[in-house]
């Protein structure tokens, strides 16, 4: 069995450097730890590495959504329901975990570092750095990723996407192109969720565009066809960071390719 690279800081600042990751930015990120390598220090260590370069006037985010959300309660068995309805914990940003299992162990680092802020809504993002609060702040409680949005804020502010060894069809930002697209008859998503107002566990009444199956019925992972596209029409930064293939995706840029590219697919 082949041993995993060995992968140190002062390597990581090296690679990301090239890659173009610098003072000042705001970044959004995607990655996969496991195939960075073996991080000397662990997980933590690529955070720091990201936030060294970026310095204290730059911002990193992620999605961090919520660890055991009940957001497919509706479709669960009766028993299962019950025992939600009754006890599910109310979504806290300020104690509710990430759900790690689903966006990447990062995910959790980064809502525990210090000074970090994570947005009001239960599919919450996270962010630490010069603009984290800003770009935390007012979630919208319904279409969580239009206008206003921490997705619709990266773009207003020249951000740029980082896939660490991530799969280019996890593009979340490719969510606020959905949004902003216009396309007939876009999927809906309605879902419940308890979070907590005034000290209280409150459910609320949720609605989206579709951001689990699509906004269209559609044969594959558009996502992953519209970053392919993007990638073979416009400049990217691309590289190995450690043992990741990476990229480092202007998030503006993208947003309009996407928002073209599904007006021009799905009408």
């Known amino acids: 069995m082949k041993k995993k690279q060995l992968i140190t800081k002062s390597q990581l600042i090296q690679d990301l450097r090239k890659l173009g990751v610098c003072k000042k930015q705001t970044i959004m990120l995607h990655s996969s730890v496991r195939n960075i390598g073996w991080v000397v220090g662990g997980p933590d260590?690529?955070?720091?590495?990201?936030?060294?370069?970026?310095?204290?006037?730059g911002t990193l985010m992620?999605?961090?959504s919520w660890e055991d959300n009940p957001y497919d309660l509706s479709r669960w068995p009766k028993h299962r329901q019950e025992a939600y309805l009754c006890e599910c914990p109310a979504y806290d940003p300020s104690r509710s975990r990430a759900d790690w299992r689903e966006?990447?162990?990062?995910?959790?680092?980064?809502?525990?570092?210090?000074?970090?802020?994570?947005?009001?809504?239960?599919?919450?993002?996270?962010?630490?750095?010069?603009?984290?609060?800003?770009?935390?702040?007012?979630?919208?409680?319904?279409?969580?990723?239009?206008?206003?949005?921490?997705?619709?804020?990266?773009?207003?502010?020249?951000?740029?996407?980082?896939l660490l060894g991530s799969p280019i069809g996890d593009v979340t930002l490719l969510h606020h192109a959905e949004h902003l697209a216009d396309v007939p008859n876009k999927w809906i998503d309605r879902y419940r969720m308890p979070i907590l107002q005034n000290g209280k566990r409150v459910w609320m009444?949720?609605?989206?565009?579709?951001?689990?199956?699509?906004?269209?019925?559609?044969?594959?992972?558009?996502?992953?066809t519209i970053v392919k596209d993007y990638l073979a029409t416009?400049?990217?930064?691309?590289?190995?960071?450690?043992?990741?293939?990476?990229?480092?995706?202007?998030?503006?840029?993208?947003?309009?390719?996407?928002?073209?590219?599904?007006?021009?697919?799905?009408?």
């Open 205 to 224: 009444d949720f609605e989206e565009f579709d951001t689990t199956n699509g906004i269209v019925d559609w044969p594959d992972n558009y996502f992953e």
């Open 62 to 64: 992620m999605m961090a």
């Open 103 to 162: 966006m990447g162990i990062l995910t959790e680092y980064l809502r525990t570092w210090p000074g970090a802020h994570r947005s009001r809504h239960p599919f919450s993002y996270v962010a630490v750095g010069e603009l984290a609060q800003w770009i935390t702040a007012e979630q919208p409680w319904q279409y969580r990723d239009g206008p206003g949005s921490p997705l619709a804020k990266l773009c207003e502010v020249s951000g740029s996407v980082l």
């Open 45 to 57: 260590v690529v955070l720091a590495a990201i936030l060294s370069l970026l310095t204290d006037a």
């Open 234 to 267: 416009h400049p990217a930064q691309t590289g190995k960071v450690g043992g990741a293939k990476s990229y480092l995706l202007d998030a503006q840029s993208l947003t309009q390719f996407g928002v073209q590219w599904m007006e021009e697919n799905f009408n």
